[in-house]
């Protein structure tokens, strides 16, 4: 009889397992991070950006975050490519409209380890109230605990998206071929995220 119950009692505790698992919430700390993008200008150098506003989280149940979910928020009205004209272009009706949609959003649908600290983003990302689903390399930097206390981690998440597929289509085209302004932009974040202590 004891045998059954310690059977039993060890069959309910591998089912429930999971529910001992801590749910922990990591905020971004934009002191520390930072959302980049760069395109092609005139076909032969260029144009960095970034945005100067954001906030995201880390909702994760591993220790290794794979699984994580993932969300950020970015502010259309904080672009910034150090030149006040082209910024002001950026925010126009011809760009972001950033008056009528003054955010950029990103929720995840899967954050998988691909091996070592190499891992698949995925998630649908929404511009100008246009959404696509994308992927995106992420190399995991680590955990580290600081001075004061704090648990932090790290991550570069790196990708590519075509400017055209959200509604981003204004253009000049040159003389001699190509464009003023490349459709593909790429994306750069350097995240560092600070991990929340749990409620009582």
């Known amino acids: 009889m004891k045998k059954i119950k310690f059977i039993i009692l060890f069959v309910l505790i591998m089912l429930t397992g999971n529910s001992f698992a801590q749910t922990a919430t990591w905020n971004i700390d934009p002191v520390h991070s930072k959302i980049g993008f760069s395109v092609r200008h005139l076909i032969i150098s260029e144009v960095e950006g970034r945005f100067k506003s954001f906030e995201g989280s880390v909702t994760a149940d591993k220790e290794d975050f794979s699984g994580s979910e993932i969300v950020f928020t970015l502010d259309t009205k904080s672009v910034f490519t150090d030149n006040t004209r082209r910024d002001k272009h950026l925010k126009s009706t011809s760009f972001f409209d950033a008056e009528k949609y003054p955010e950029i959003i990103f929720k995840s ?53 075509n400017r055209f597929d959200y509604n981003l289509k204004w253009n000049k085209l040159l003389e001699a071929g ?12 350097n995240i560092e995220v600070i991990k929340q202590n749990n409620p009582d």
């Open 178 to 189: 190509g464009a003023v302004v490349g459709k593909e932009i790429t994306i750069t974040c």
């Open 109 to 161: 649908t899967s954050f998988e380890k691909v091996e070592g600290n190499k891992y698949k983003l995925e998630g649908d990302f929404t511009i100008k109230g246009t959404t696509n689903h994308i992927i995106m390399d992420v190399i995991y930097g680590g955990t580290i605990k600081d001075p004061w206390g704090n648990m932090r981690a790290g991550f570069k998440i790196t990708g590519k998206i």
